[in-house]
């Protein structure tokens, strides 16, 4: 999948499945990342055998991971965390982070939308996504994408500073979305593909 999409402002970006070739600009996205961004990511992505192991799941079945890029640089990264396995089977995590400068400008909405559809592709029922209580402003996307809090566990995860921080867990039930948005689209005499 490559495909140019307009941002909010009019700019145009190119989102796209990650590559092999990709391993050294996603590198410098991720250490380019003001320490504020990096400061509740899960792990430490500044370090190469953590990327290199990102792009080695690309094709494995266990996620799909996505890239932003403006012109050469990438400017956003997303992914779709299979579990695939017992319990976890038709359970997807999305996990996504935007450059600085790209925020506010509706690219983390457009990316999670992506990751969407990727989800539709591998008959994914339920999104999670993890987060910590400070990061308000994926919170909110999530909550215009169809995502609820679920539940809030206090203290549970530790931010790069080593500060205990709530973890929050928001789902969306995509069968129940594609239902609503099919339900929409008939109304319009539109058609829903997925």
Same mark, same amino acid.
């Given at each position: 999948m490559e495909r140019t999409v307009t941002l909010v402002d009019g700019y145009p970006v190119v989102i796209r499945d990650m590559r092999p070739e990709d391993a050294q600009r996603s590198f410098d996205f991720f250490a380019s990342l003001p320490e504020e961004d990096r400061r509740y990511l899960r792990v430490? $992505? #500044? #370090?190469?055998?953590?990327v290199e192991r990102r792009i080695s799941d690309v094709g494995t079945g266990r996620a799909e991971r996505l890239v932003v890029l403006d012109g050469d640089r990438v400017v956003a990264d997303g992914s779709l965390e299979l579990e695939g396995h017992g319990w976890g089977d038709n359970i997807g995590e999305i996990r996504l982070i935007v450059a600085r400068d790209f925020q506010r400008r509706g690219l983390g909405t457009l990316l999670a939308r992506e990751l969407y559809y990727l989800a539709a592709e591998h008959k994914v029922d339920r999104i $999670?996504?993890?987060?910590?209580?400070?990061?308000?402003?994926? #919170?909110?996307?999530?909550k215009r994408l169809g995502f609820q809090d679920e539940f809030v566990i206090p203290n549970h995860v530790r931010d790069r500073e080593g500060i205990w921080q709530d973890m929050i867990l928001m789902r969306c039930n995509l069968t129940e979305l594609w239902r609503e948005m099919e339900g929409l689209l008939e109304q319009s005499d539109m058609r829903w593909h997925r």
């Amino acid at each position: 999948m490559e495909r140019t999409v307009t941002l909010v402002d009019g700019y145009p970006v190119v989102i796209r499945d990650m590559r092999p070739e990709d391993a050294q600009r996603s590198f410098d996205f991720f250490a380019s990342l003001p320490e504020e961004d990096r400061r509740y990511l899960r792990v430490d $992505v #500044r #370090r190469w055998e953590l990327v290199e192991r990102r792009i080695s799941d690309v094709g494995t079945g266990r996620a799909e991971r996505l890239v932003v890029l403006d012109g050469d640089r990438v400017v956003a990264d997303g992914s779709l965390e299979l579990e695939g396995h017992g319990w976890g089977d038709n359970i997807g995590e999305i996990r996504l982070i935007v450059a600085r400068d790209f925020q506010r400008r509706g690219l983390g909405t457009l990316l999670a939308r992506e990751l969407y559809y990727l989800a539709a592709e591998h008959k994914v029922d339920r999104i $999670v996504s993890r987060m910590m209580a400070p990061q308000k402003g994926a #919170r909110n996307i999530m909550k215009r994408l169809g995502f609820q809090d679920e539940f809030v566990i206090p203290n549970h995860v530790r931010d790069r500073e080593g500060i205990w921080q709530d973890m929050i867990l928001m789902r969306c039930n995509l069968t129940e979305l594609w239902r609503e948005m099919e339900g929409l689209l008939e109304q319009s005499d539109m058609r829903w593909h997925r």
